[in-house]
């Protein structure tokens, strides 16, 4: 290509307090619009807003977990827009003076690692939600999310390539988990991001026209909306056109952005210093304290999960990326410590059967200690790997242990060489011409015969002792 692309994210997480930022309005999703609205959240003369505790703290931890400085004083202000949304006609957010500032994510990204800034974090309320009636050109407010606690985490413009940013927005969703600071929802609105996405020639220093891409509810829709946003600049510069700073929609369906509205600036906001609140001043003690209190996160889960447990990066990888799924690893591990097979069994097996069923691993039907017991009954050589699969599903539909279904079902694996051998016999009798060409040179046929040996033991046979007899007689 004869350009690159620009990339900076605006990533917007809601903090899991029970109450607004700023009042005592519950914060939980779901309930009947506006049912949880006070005087302040609506903004009614003469309300005054109370910061929540709980609310900065979240922002604090956050701050260090991405390596940021925390700013021991911080300000809020008012940020000035009218929308249908925003009752009391600005959003108290900070500009001048954030809670934090400076902090940097290692990525890996196409095969590569990248270090990308972190410009700012910063504590603000949301605004309302606009409900459009399908049938009728009328629009409903509901204000239960007016007030509710943001965090906005802005990114320098440090990336590259759509899957950079998909790796950055997904190690920033994984820290928040880790943190249990947000729940990471992107489809109820608890965990947004803004694109802000140019072009400009290869080996140019200056950036280009941004546009801000928003309404992207996934993680392959934010990177399918960059990769689309970057190719229409292009073209549109290569076509003799140029790029304007707009702010543009993503259409998921069609696989596009449309232009939404100019895009503003800051001075546009009017922003200055809230006068009903304080600065924030905080102690660095109980800033400390908060630093000593930090899980181990996602990075450094990974590699002790390698260099500890002999995982590969890969699967080391996998299992930290959720951190439901990394609590679910390191209780199966607590009850039989084998992490090889046991992680095995969670990213084969159980992730298949959670997809199939579209569930969470925090829904799991099979919990990690009967999980455990299953990779146990496969290491003791009790059952099959094939046949654990079978287990599995029995243990999911029922809710029965392990050991029980095998015992009940008649799973339990034949280990018997006399018994195996004598079905061995029966494979090979019945093909000849496949015996011939195996000794012939395709030797890929063993596959064929330990396929039949263990159709004919109804998938009993130790397949070890079935790959020993085969090639003990084949090659004889």
Do not use: H, K, T, W
């Given at each position: 290509m004869r350009y690159e692309a620009v990339i900076g994210l605006e990533v917007h997480a809601q903090l899991k307090t029970a109450s607004k930022i700023f009042c005592g309005c519950s914060a939980s999703f779901g309930a009947p619009p506006n049912t949880h609205t006070c005087p302040v959240c609506l903004g009614m003369p003469g309300s005054l807003p109370v910061l929540n505790e709980k609310a900065v703290l979240y922002a604090v931890r956050m701050a260090l977990a991405t390596n940021c400085r925390v700013n021991l004083e911080s300000r809020f202000a008012r940020k000035n827009y009218f929308y249908p949304d925003l009752p009391k006609g600005y959003q108290i957010s900070q500009y001048e003076a954030p809670v934090a500032e400076h902090g940097w994510l290692d990525i890996e990204a196409n095969g590569a690692a990248k270090r990308v800034g972190i410009t700012r974090i910063h504590m603000e309320e949301d605004a309302g939600k606009l409900v459009h009636d399908p049938h009728?050109?009328?629009s409903r407010v509901d204000l239960n999310r007016a007030g509710t606690p943001l965090i906005?985490?802005?990114?320098?413009?440090d990336m590259r390539a759509p899957e950079e940013a998909g790796a950055y927005l997904r190690g920033i969703h994984a820290i928040?988990?880790?943190?249990?600071?947000?729940?990471?929802?992107?489809?109820?609105g608890g965990f947004r991001c803004d694109a802000n996405v140019s072009v400009r020639p290869l080996g140019q220093k200056e950036f280009g026209v941004r546009a801000e891409v928003k309404n992207m509810n996934s993680f392959k829709n934010v990177e399918r909306a960059i990769a689309h946003e970057i190719r229409r600049q292009v073209e549109l510069i290569e076509d003799g056109g140029t790029v304007i700073q707009e702010t543009r929609l993503w259409d998921a369906d069609l696989g596009k952005t449309f232009s939404m509205r100019g895009k503003e600036e800051a001075r546009d906001y009017r922003y200055f210093p809230d006068p009903d609140l304080l600065p924030l001043v905080l102690d660095p003690a109980w800033v400390e304290e908060i630093r000593?209190?930090?899980?181990?996160?996602?990075?450094a889960k990974r590699a002790r999960y390698v260099a500890e447990l002999g995982l590969s990066q890969e699967d080391a990888g996998v299992l930290t990326a959720d951190h439901?799924?990394?609590?679910?690893?390191?209780e199966a591990l607590s009850v039989y410590n084998k992490p090889r097979p046991v992680c095995n069994q969670i990213t084969g097996a159980l992730l298949a059967l959670l997809n199939a069923k579209n569930l969470s691993v925090d829904a799991s039907p099979v919990p990690p200690e009967r999980l455990a017991a299953l990779v146990g009954l496969v290491e003791d050589g009790t059952v099959s790997g094939n046949t654990a699969k079978t287990v599995l599903e029995k243990m999911a539909a029922t809710g029965r242990p392990p050991r029980?279904?095998?015992e009940a079902e008649g799973l339990v694996q034949v280990s018997d060489e006399a018994l195996i051998e004598q079905a061995v016999d029966e494979v090979l009798a019945a093909g000849p011409d496949e015996v011939a060409a195996y000794k012939g040179g395709k030797t890929k046929l063993m596959g064929f015969f330990v396929g039949e040996t263990m159709r004919k033991t109804k998938g009993k046979a130790n397949p070890k002792v079935v790959n020993g007899l085969l090639k003990k007689k084949l090659e004889a």
């Open positions: 009728r050109p009328v906005e985490i802005v990114s320098e413009p928040l988990r880790y943190l249990d600071i947000c729940d990471g929802n992107m489809e109820e000593a209190g930090l899980p181990e996160l996602p990075q439901a799924l990394a609590r679910y690893f390191e029980e279904i095998v």
